[in-house]
DNA sequence: TTGGTAATGAAAACCATTTTCAATAAGGAG
DNA sequence: CTCCTTATTGAAAATGGTTTTCATTACCAA
């Protein structure tokens, strides 16, 4: 479980990967923010500090992340995908969001409780022996209309 | 809980929807079809017994089924919707699937008993109240190395 | 310090999905 | 049943997120 500002230094040369100044202010950002953002978001954020950098090194950059396990990957079906810094490099990381069909707001959320990760524990062990299938992580979406849209659309159905 | 093989035009014109031919055919490839298909697969099977439909009309007529609650749709990071006909029209639906990281392949699983079912009904019952949020479906992903693949990547990390 | 090569950024390509628009057909009114 | 309104259709063009191309830059091992 590596720890300090730059453990992620590390990972990349230990990938057999260049520790550039782009790269750096990429992880910089990922790892301020804690929410998923998407590639564009990144982009913004770092051009703020490092005004040459371009939108493909963002997407080049965030591709080997990700093939690294160093970022996690979604896509919430809102035509753009959104990446997070797997922050616990310990055990089967696992997230949870409740998505507003309407507004298409995503809420994280870690309500997760103890028992509760061991039961889904135990849901992937007898799916792995069964499918024979390796689970690395897992994530669960609640779909549904949020509170804000709740009191303005009465009219669900209609859209 | 509507049943017979033609319950989806009463839904459809219910909603305020003509039913036409086009439509009717895209309906009978869905509700065949057990597994979540894509926009282009949906168009090439309806083109096999209506050479005449057009991909733009299977888009619009996916649109108009996911938004009145007839089809589900599904983001499974590939670059491509996926749309699957909701067939049990009474409680809250659940879907689970496992998805290899190397080949993208998926799998459906349907291996939850009934009490892993009321359990991930508690926890929206939390979720719902804590958040002030409808919830009206879940889908939880289990992502992972496929057997396949398994075998056949050693170094996985190298993609 | 230097050389080989991975990484970069701008522009072009890609490709699933959406929009435009003129032609067609569903289905209620008469 | 026929007519008429208007939703629906399909081809082609547009859109927009992401990827590829390619010449230039800059890591970093020796």
Known sequence: ??????????????????LTLPRQRILEVLSR???????????????????????????R??????SGAMVMRFDFGDGR???ELIKDQG????????????CLKIIDCEEFTGD?????????KKLSKKYKFEIREHQTRFYGVCDKCKKEVTDYAKR
Chains 1, 2 share one sequence.
């Open 1 to 18: 479980m590596p720890r300090g500002p730059h453990w992620f230094h590390r990972r990349i040369r230990g990938y057999g990967c260049r």
């Open 33 to 59: 923010s804690s929410k998923h953002l998407s590639a564009e978001e990144i982009y913004h954020r770092v051009h703020q500090v490092y005004p040459a950098i371009g939108l493909t090194t963002v997407y």
């Open 61 to 66: 950059t965030l591709e080997m992340l990700v």
């Open 81 to 83: 995908t959104r990446y």
């Open 91 to 102: 055990a089967l990381t696992s997230h949870h969001h409740l998505i507003c069909r309407v």
């Open 116 to 124: 509760e990760r061991d039961y889904l524990k135990s849901i992937e």
